[in-house]
């Protein structure tokens, strides 16, 4: 039985996180950025604590839907299950990009920028959180509309849904946002990221997703995992009409 604190936080995480996407939906078009907030608001207090806000923004967003997945993930399978699967996404996820940024494999060849919040080294606070939540969200969505499905039938849901929404994400966060950067240092990189991504993207997704036991026979997950992969999804297809208009 879920405390109702446990219940009243995952509310307030989900209410904030639909606040937070709505706002990005807002904001985002407009390519404002915490060097052009510096610009405007000068060097001052009221220009550093916005280009601050700004530095965080993405990664506050990411933590927000991590933890109404999470949620869902504890009330289908408890917390010590919910909490290890956890784990699991998020070191793994973040030793494949660690290795990625550094060695350009198996994703290819790229590095990060400051424009997706903190670092640690190399690495994005906001990047595992993302696999996290596409992992475990697409993992919990599947259980939902389809709660027989084994082990194998998830990971290979899993890794569909992990390429679907890196196609979507993919020329928002390098053209647009400039979260990362493909093929550095080439002065006339190709348009598209290399295929290997993609591939790279399936597997690891689907690995990590064989790895958590199955969901059968578990309480159904809610549909909250759902509304936020939709959420994202539509944040990202949005902002790529947005930036064909512009």
């Not at 198996?106 to 920028?113: E, N």
Request: aromatic fraction near 12%; avoid cysteine.
């Amino acid at each position: 039985m879920r405390s109702s604190a446990s219940l009243r936080i995952e509310k307030a995480a989900w209410a904030a996180f639909v606040v937070w996407t709505t706002i990005g939906a807002a904001v985002m078009p407009l390519g404002i950025t915490p060097e052009r907030a510096r610009e405007w608001l000068g060097p001052g207090t009221a220009g550093a604590l916005a280009a601050g806000f700004l530095h965080v923004a993405d990664l506050i967003w990411m933590l927000l839907a991590a933890a109404v997945v999470h949620g869902e993930a504890v009330r289908a399978e408890g917390a010590r299950q919910a909490g290890l699967g956890a784990l699991l996404v998020l070191v793994g996820s973040a030793a494949v990009e660690w290795l990625g940024a550094t060695a350009g494999w198996p994703f290819g060849p790229y590095v990060y920028t400051d424009h997706f919040g903190p670092r640690v080294g190399v690495l994005p606070l906001a990047i595992p959180l993302a696999w996290f939540v596409i992992v475990q969200g697409a993992r919990l969505t599947l259980a939902r509309w389809n709660p027989g499905l084994g082990r194998g039938g998830t990971a290979l849901g899993v890794g569909v849904a992990a390429v679907v929404t890196d196609l979507n994400l993919e020329p928002i966060a390098w053209k647009l946002r400039g979260y990362w950067l493909w093929y550095p240092g080439d002065p006339r990189p190709p348009p598209w990221p290399p295929w290997q991504n993609y591939a790279a993207w399936f597997v690891v997704a689907a690995m990590l997703a064989a790895a958590m036991p199955s969901l059968r026979g578990r309480s159904a997950p809610g549909l909250r995992p759902a509304l936020v992969l939709g959420f994202m999804n539509a944040l990202f297809l949005w902002l790529h009409l947005a930036r064909a208009l512009r």
